[in-house]
């Protein structure tokens, strides 16, 4: 008798250029597998592993996936029907979860986002000082789910001097220092301190392994939009409304703005652009099998057909290669070429480049 498998919905097989990846969103968690099983598994009705020829791979496959709950067996096929398809829609009800705003923000913004449920709020800031305390006990009465703290500057002293206050804060999160000796985590009153040897203005602009998520929420606005800039406003020091930390366009300015003026602008088609854009619509990015787990703050520009990038990424999909990794190449080293025009892909550089890298 032939054995029934389904795929456990929460387990999402994702294609990238030259392999693809199990989404573990219950566990939070991936795993590499082949593009040929990536076809096999991307189904929502049974799955059909005669498709692979040689019994022997194919039994270690399946017992690879069971293992990991990544597939189940049922005893017959009317039990199919008890195993639905999870949508992939996202559903949210507010157009601004994510702010990011300097220890110096006007006022305004307070009044201005008072009506607002925030995910997360990130406050940038040179240094842990009463400043910066006032400026968490003043949001203390809005409702935001985390507060994370930016500190450009490290200085031991004054964290000794200040992590009372700090504990004293329900809504911190975390507190980020950079420019220290060596990179850490430590977990203290709740709150988690972590520690970068980069500077801030580095730390920004790099995407790195830590920097991705697997979860079902990430996954989910991943999947329909950009999961940096969806829900995000920057405020830099000026007080310009901007989409996000790397972006020079501006949408106005805070401090001259009244409340209904600054929700025109936020809820502008104009200001949303950014985040309904997905990784699907962008060059590189949409043949990368980490592109729904990717927190990418590079900012895009408007090709002929796609979105792209002027900056590349830290990793190269069509190697399958992170640049701190041995035998790296950049995206033009490989035989790639992006433009405002599209991609092309000298496919002998390619693949002369790619068996070199992955068989030695």
């Known amino acids: ?27 939070k968690d991936y795993h590499f597998i082949s593009i040929e099983h990536y076809h096999i598994l ?4 049974f799955i059909n592993f005669d498709r692979i020829s040689d019994q022997s791979e194919r039994s270690e496959l399946i017992k690879f996936l069971l293992n990991l709950e990544v597939i189940f067996e049922v005893a017959s096929a009317q039990e199919e029907k008890r ?6 829609a996202l559903h949210h009800t507010n157009q601004l979860t994510h702010a990011v705003v300097h220890v110096d923000v006007s006022n305004k913004f307070i009044d201005f986002i008072s009506q607002n449920h925030l995910q997360n709020l990130s406050i940038i800031s040179a240094q842990i000082d009463d400043k910066l305390i006032n400026l968490i006990e003043s949001f203390a009465y809005l ?29 911190i999160f975390s507190v980020n220092f950079f420019g220290t000796d060596k990179a850490h985590t430590k977990l203290k009153d709740n709150i988690y301190y972590n520690f970068f040897t980069e500077s801030f203005g580095d730390y920004q602009q790099l995407l790195t392994v830590d920097k991705l998520f697997v979860n079902q ?57 950014l985040g309904n854009l997905n990784k699907n619509q962008t060059l590189v990015c949409q043949h990368c ?11 895009p520009d408007k090709g002929a057909e796609y979105w792209f990038h002027h900056f590349e990424c830290a990793y190269n999909p069509f190697i399958s290669r992170w640049n701190y990794e041995e035998g790296y190449l950049d995206l033009n080293e490989s035989g790639i070429t992006v433009s405002a025009s599209g991609c092309a892909i000298n496919e002998d550089k390619l693949s002369e480049t790619f068996n070199k890298i992955w068989s030695e």
């Open 42 to 45: 991307n189904t929502d009705g």
């Open 289 to 299: 099998e980490f592109r729904y787990m990717c927190t990418d703050i590079r900012v």
């Open 217 to 273: 929420d990430f996954f989910l606005e991943a999947y329909n939009k950009h999961s940096y800039y969806n829900g995000k406003i920057y405020i830099d020091q000026s007080g310009n409304i901007k989409n996000g930390l790397n972006n020079t366009q501006s949408f106005g300015n805070i401090t001259s703005m009244s409340y209904d003026e600054f929700h025109q602008t936020i809820n502008s088609n104009q200001f949303l652009e």
């Open 143 to 171: 409702e935001i789910d985390g507060i994370y703290l930016y500190i450009e500057r490290f200085d031991a002293e004054k964290l000794d001097e200040y992590e009372r206050e700090l504990a004293r804060q329900p809504a």
């Open 1 to 27: 008798m032939m054995k029934l498998y389904l795929r456990n919905q929460l387990c999402i097989p994702v294609i990238g250029f030259n392999r693809a990846i199990i989404y573990d969103l219950g566990r």
């Open 83 to 88: 195993f639905p398809k999870i949508s992939r």
